[in-house]
């Protein structure tokens, strides 16, 4: 578990990037209709948001605040570009999103008080 987050803490602009990558992708694929995948959409959108800032929050750089506006913007820009590639943009996505974000954060600190990881390790 602790090689797993050291792995994160490394590599956390590459992941979040693809993360990022894979969330814009999936949210703008014009698609006939969803896939059915089990659960609620806007608890879709939780977890993928969650994901998304989870290894940002784990590493807590000093623009971590910066980072997490940009992530919100970005989300509301797909939310005002999906209905221009056959999607439904809704405002409730973009509040699911944001509590996604949260979540994400939130989830890292608990990890990080739960699991210290040495500063060297960082």
């Not at 800032?53 to 506006?69: D, E, G, H, S």
């Not at 954060?105 to 739960?114: E, G, Q």
């Amino acid at each position: 578990m602790m090689t797993l987050l050291i792995l994160i803490r490394k590599y956390w602009k590459s992941l979040t990037l693809f993360i990022l990558t894979v969330i814009t992708v999936l949210s703008l694929l014009p698609l006939p209709e969803l896939p059915p995948i089990p659960g609620n959409d806007k608890t879709h959108h939780i977890i993928a948001y969650g994901l998304l800032m989870f290894p940002t929050a784990l590493r807590k750089p000093n623009y971590l605040p910066a980072i997490a506006l940009f992530f919100i913007c970005w989300s509301g820009a797909i939310e005002l570009i999906q209905p221009f590639v056959n999607r439904y943009g809704e405002f409730q996505d973009l509040a699911a999103n944001i509590t996604g974000l949260v979540c994400g954060f939130l989830a890292a600190k608990l990890i990080s008080w739960l699991l210290p990881v040495n500063s060297e390790l960082k």
